[in-house]
């Protein structure tokens, strides 16, 4: 879906009552009156509210109809149909059209991932953290690719993993167990802990804290 609307916006329409720039809009779910799929989840719609078609078409439908309501052009994406749209007031559709910077910065982060993704064939031996950190601390990732991150935490071996570990909100609580069990395994290869009461790493034989000077069985 974000794919498809990232190709829409590189398409020009532009109203034939106003010569306006159609918008990019969510279509609604149904289509008004007949009750059918538009076939398309965007719509192309001419939001001028000075447009000649959506202007005259208040008096029309009042005469036709008996009924309050205008008409918007629209237009289907990658088509040539078009439709005057029913309308019940000027603020039809004003709160569906599609948030450009929004998709851009969807689209920046699903390339991340992907690269993420990709990267994770190649991590362990070039002991790269960076893909890893990145998929693990990104909860709207694929959980999968998550989990399989986590599972090359150990092979890695990197202690700077576990700071930014410790501070991220996991949604996923089977995945925060599997990287507790990560970290544990990465902290007893170094023949280390965390130290109870401060968090900072202490040896494991250690009897006393050497950052908060606790006695830490
Ligand atoms: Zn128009
Ligand atoms: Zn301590």
């Not at 008096?59 to 994406?77: K, N």
């Not at 900072?200 to 006393?208: D, G, N, P, Q, Y």
Request: some cysteine; hydrophobic content about 35%; aromatic content about 8%.
């Amino acid at each position: 879906m974000l794919e498809r609307a990232l190709a829409y916006l590189e398409e020009k329409h532009t109203c034939p009552h106003c010569n306006t720039e159609l918008s990019l809009c969510h279509a609604p779910p149904m289509h008004v009156g007949d009750g059918l799929g538009w076939g398309s989840e965007f719509l192309f719609i001419c939001l001028n509210n000075e447009c000649s078609l959506f202007t005259k078409g208040w008096e029309y439908i009042e005469t036709q109809y008996g009924h309050v309501g205008s008409y918007r052009y629209m237009e289907i994406p990658n088509s040539k149909e078009s439709y005057n749209m029913m309308v019940a007031g000027e603020s039809a559709f004003t709160g569906s059209v599609v948030d450009v910077e929004a998709l851009k910065q969807q689209n920046a982060r699903y390339k991340s991932e992907k690269e993420a993704v990709a990267k994770l064939d190649t991590c362990v031996e070039a002991r790269d953290l960076g893909p890893v950190l990145f998929l693990l601390t990104d909860n709207a990732a694929n959980i999968t690719d998550r989990k399989r991150a986590a599972s090359l935490l150990p092979a890695i071996n990197d202690l700077s993993c576990i700071e930014a570990l410790r501070n991220h909100d996991f949604s996923n609580t089977q995945l925060e167990q599997d990287i507790n069990l990560a970290i544990n395994k990465i902290l007893a290869n170094h023949f280390l802990r965390e130290c109870p009461y401060c968090a900072e790493l202490i040896k494991s034989r250690a009897k006393v804290c050497k950052h908060c000077s606790k006695e830490v069985v």
